[in-house]
C-alpha cells in the first residue's frame, strides 16, 4: 500500500502538539507554548475586523502583500534600526515566520550546501534545511550562560557553509546575542560568503541591559542577511499567522519564488490589522516590555520557590530552568510528571538539539510565561507542591 514520502519520515508529531495534548488530557495548565492568553491593541483588531466588514479584505490580497503592509514593514525597519528596506522589492509578506523561515531556507540554499543551526533552535529550522537538500551543522550554546564556544562556530563554517540560521532574541533560551557574538557571526558570513537567516520575532522583547541589534544593521551584513519577523509575538495575534521576510532584493527574490508556490497569498484582513499595529508609536513598546518584566518576575518567583534553579531571561517570553534537584528523569520523564502530578505543562527542551546534544538540555525544561497573571498565579500554588 503506498504510504508517505522518505522525507517526512524523520519527522514525526512536533513536540507542541503531544505537549498540547497530553496538557488537554490532564486538565494541566498551559505553560509550554508561546501562545498569548490576550488580545493585542484593540486599534489592530478593529481594523482587521473593518477589512472583512467594508469586503475589502475578504479576497486574494497580492501575493507579496497589500502595499500598505509592505511600506509600514519597511518603514518600521527605518525608524526603528536605520535600515534601507526597499518597500517594494525587499519585503514580502509570509503566512507567520515560520512559513518566512521555510521560504528563506529554500530559497537561498542548494542540495550540498551547509546551513548551521545553533542550538537548541526552534523545531522548523531542521526540517526546512533538510528538505531543501543542505547538510545542518550543529553549534550548541550550554547553560547557564547559554552561550555558544568561539571555537566550535568558527569549526562549523567551512567553503560549504551556505547559510546561518540565527535567532536573537532566542527561544527557547532568552538569550540576546550581544554585539561580540554577532560580530564574530558577521566576520565569518563575509569570510565564508555566507548567508545570515535571521529569525527576529522577539525583536521588541528584552529586559534590563540587553539590547536587540538586527544582524543586518552591522558593515558588509545588510546584502548577506533575510530577515523573518512576524505580528504574532509582539502584537498576540499568533493565530493570525502574518509574517514577513525582508533584505536585499536579491535574497528576497528567492524567499519569494518558494512561498508563491506555498501559499501564495497571507491572510488578508490580518494584513490590515497589522498595518495599524506597526503604526504605534513607542509607548506601546514600552508598556509591552513592562507588563512582560512583571510576568518574568513572577514566574521566576514561581519557580525559584519550588526549587528550580533558572537562567533568568534577557528576552523574549520564555525561562529555562533547571530540575535536577526536584526529579532524576531526564527532561522528557520530567515534562509528564510536571502535567500528570502537578498539572502544569512546559517543553522539553531536548527536542531542540541534534541526538548528539541532546545531553546539554537533559535537565532543562522551558516555561512560558506569556499568560493572563491569574494563570502565572495559579501556576505558582501549583509549582509550590513541587518544593
Not at 546561518?164 to 538569550?175: Q, S, W
Not at 518584566?293 to 534577557?314: H, V, W, Y
Not at 522551558?366 to 501549583?382: G, N
Request: proline letters at 6%; aromatic letters at 10%.
Amino acid at each position: 500500500m503506498p504510504t508517505y514520502a522518505d522525507r517526512v519520515a524523520p519527522f514525526g508529531t512536533t513536540i507542541f502538539s503531544e505537549i498540547n495534548t497530553l496538557a488537554q488530557q490532564h486538565n494541566a495548565l498551559n505553560l509550554s507554548q508561546g501562545r498569548p492568553d490576550f488580545d493585542g491593541p484593540k486599534v489592530m483588531l478593529e481594523a482587521a475586523m473593518d477589512a472583512i466588514r467594508t469586503g475589502i479584505g475578504n479576497q486574494y490580497p497580492p501575493g507579496v502583500g497589500i502595499p500598505e503592509f509592505k511600506q509600514a514593514v519597511a518603514k518600521h525597519a527605518q525608524d526603528h534600526y536605520g535600515l534601507p528596506i526597499d518597500w517594494e522589492t525587499g519585503v514580502i509578506a509570509s503566512a507567520g515566520a515560520s512559513e518566512g523561515i521555510y521560504s528563506a531556507v529554500l530559497g537561498v540554499v542548494n542540495p550540498g550546501d551547509e546551513v548551521i543551526l545553533i542550538e537548541p533552535y526552534f523545531d522548523i529550522y531542521l526540517p526546512a534545511v533538510e528538505w531543501a537538500g543542505a547538510k545542518p551543522v550543529f553549534v550548541p550554546m550550554r547553560p547557564p550562560e547559554w552561550r555558544f564556544d568561539e571555537a566550535e562556530l568558527r569549526a562549523a563554517f567551512n567553503d560549504k557553509t551556505r547559510a546561518i540560521i540565527i535567532n536573537t532574541p532566542h527561544n527557547p533560551t532568552g538569550r540576546v546575542f550581544d554585539q561580540e557574538e554577532l560580530a564574530l557571526i558577521a566576520e565569518l558570513c563575509q569570510k565564508y560568503d555566507a548567508i545570515v537567516i535571521a529569525d527576529e520575532v522577539y525583536e521588541h522583547l528584552t529586559y534590563g541591559d540587553a539590547k536587540h541589534v538586527p544582524i543586518s544593521t552591522l558593515p558588509g551584513m545588510f546584502e548577506r542577511t533575510l530577515t523573518v519577523s512576524s505580528a504574532a509575538k509582539t502584537f498576540s495575534v499568533t493565530g493570525w499567522k502574518v509574517g514577513w521576510v525582508m533584505g536585499h532584493p536579491d535574497l528576497v527574490t528567492g524567499a519569494w519564488r518558494i512561498r508563491q508556490n506555498i501559499s501564495f497569498a497571507v491572510n488578508h484582513p490580518g494584513q490590515w490589522g497589522v498595518v495599524k499595529a506597526l503604526e504605534l508609536g513607542q509607548s506601546y513598546y514600552d508598556d509591552y516590555q513592562a507588563m512582560y518584566t512583571r510576568k518574568r518576575q513572577m514566574l521566576s518567583d514561581a519557580l525559584i520557590n519550588a526549587g528550580f534553579k533558572i537562567s533568568e531571561p534577557e528576552g523574549a517570553f520564555y525561562i529555562m530552568a533547571d530540575f535536577s534537584d526536584l526529579f532524576d528523569g531526564d527532561d522528557v520523564a520530567f515534562t509528564k510528571h510536571l502535567i500528570t502530578e502537578a498539572g502544569v505543562a512546559c517543553i522539553p527542551p531536548s527536542a531542540f538539539f541534534c541526538p548528539e546534544h541532546q545531553s546539554i538540555a537533559h535537565n532543562h525544561v522551558r516555561f512560558t510565561y506569556c499568560k493572563r497573571d491569574e494563570i502565572l498565579e495559579e501556576a505558582m500554588h501549583k509549582l509550590a507542591k513541587l518544593g
